[in-house]
């Protein structure tokens, strides 16, 4: 049975965040939480944070344990994009667009 767990509107690009989720897609939840610890990209704590959470939703609801537990599916989608006016010289401005993500993390059970 697949359980999700989600964050959103996560202040980091999801093209950063896809970096992440790329490894620990597939792997089993254990080893994707470790791997998340030591990996040295800002987007790795948030969505160590969602892995973990998804872990408790099984173990909670659905009485899973952590060890039969995979990662099945890790997504980063895009979220609203914030803009800024970006003052430039000689009265000109830019506009500076600060990306957000949707981080959706689904773990399910290995023999299933």
């Keep these: 049975m697949e359980v999700k767990a989600s964050a959103k509107f996560l202040r980091f690009s999801p093209r950063k965040a896809r970096l992440v989720t790329d490894l620990i897609t597939g792997k089993s939840a254990e080893e994707a939480i470790a ?3 030591h990996l040295p990209k800002a987007a790795a704590l ?4 969602v892995v973990r959470s998804a872990v408790a939703n099984a ?3 659905f009485n899973m344990t952590l060890e039969n537990l995979y990662v099945k599916q890790a997504m ?4 609203p994009r914030m803009k800024r ?6 009265g000109r401005r830019d506009l500076k667009v600060r990306r957000t993500s949707h981080i959706t993390i689904v773990v ?5």
Aim: glycine share 16%.
């Design 76 to 79: 980063a989608d895009e979220g």
């Design 85 to 90: 006016v970006w003052m430039r010289g000689r």
């Design 108 to 112: 399910d059970e290995k023999g299933a």
């Design 35 to 37: 791997i998340l610890e």
């Design 59 to 61: 173990e909670n609801n």
């Design 46 to 49: 948030p969505i160590g944070r």
